[in-house]
Antibody
Framework: QVTLRESGPALVKPTQTLTLTCTFS??????????VSWIRQSPGKALEWLAR???????YFSPSLRTRLSISKDTSENQVVLTMTNVEPVDTATYYC????????????WGQGTLVTVSS | DIQMTQSPSTLSASVGDRVTMTCRAT??????LAWYQQKPGKAPKLLIY???TSGSGVPSRFSGSGSGTEFTLTISSLQPDDFGTYYC????????FGQGTKVEIK
């Protein structure tokens, strides 16, 4: 059974760095074709893809956020960490992590999401 | 950037109706197109990928079609549990989502 769970701060101040952790089970990032993506959704808005890390360490970022994002994995802990620097109120959103199996090509299992509010 | 436009933005239909919604891309995405269903407060659920391939466990009443820049999601017989917002996603170049079509049950 594939499960993912996001964790991190509920409130972050503007200009701070946001660190989110995705803890997953039911698959391994040491297995070929497995990847984890991060997607966010601002309140009442559409979905926005942020970043992805693959089993082989390849990383991909949204062009519009590339300079502010980093992503890493800890295969022993089955975790993926997303970091976003210099956050602003417009970064207030529910952040989701999701599994991507490259044979499917899209995110097929998602976590429940974690709401992050950026406010002073 | 490839932009995705969905129509209509809201759709109201009765149980048993055939429902169709459209997603258009600003440039060809071949068949690298997925559809998700999202209910309030929940994560999106994968319905369709590769434009017409059903996700695991997805009821057969959901079907997708199209290629290039125009795509369609059809619900052959709307059920009460089908309320929610439906998003298309292109994955030809990075990933972008449409703004969603909200389905309401009359």
């Amino acid at each position: 059974q594939v499960t993912l769970r996001e964790s991190g701060p509920a409130l972050v101040k503007p200009t701070q760095t946001l660190t989110l952790t995705c803890t997953f089970s039911g698959f391994s990032l040491t297995t070929g074709e497995m990847c984890v993506s991060w997607i966010r959704q601002s309140p009442g808005k559409a979905l926005e893809w942020l970043a992805r890390i693959d089993w082989d360490g390849d990383k991909y970022f949204s062009p519009s956020l590339r300079t502010r994002l980093s992503i890493s994995k800890d295969t022993s802990e089955n975790q993926v960490v997303l970091t976003m620097t210099n956050v602003e109120p417009v970064d207030t959103a529910t952040y989701y992590c999701a599994r991507l199996f490259t044979r499917v090509g899209v995110e097929d299992y998602w976590g429940q999401g974690t709401l992050v509010t950026v406010s002073s | 950037d490839i932009q995705m436009t969905q129509s209509p933005s809201t759709l109201s239909a009765s149980v048993g109706d055939r429902v169709t919604m459209t997603c258009r891309a600003t440039q060809s995405v071949d068949t690298w197109l997925a559809w998700y269903q999202q209910k309030p407060g929940k994560a999106p659920k994968l319905l369709i990928y590769k434009a017409s391939t059903s996700g695991s466990g997805v009821p057969s009443r959901f079907s997708g079609s199209g290629s290039g820049t125009e795509f369609t999601l059809t619900i052959s017989s709307l059920q009460p549990d089908d309320f929610g917002t439906y998003y298309c996603q292109q994955y030809s170049s990075y990933r972008t989502f449409g703004q969603g079509t909200k389905v309401e049950i009359k």
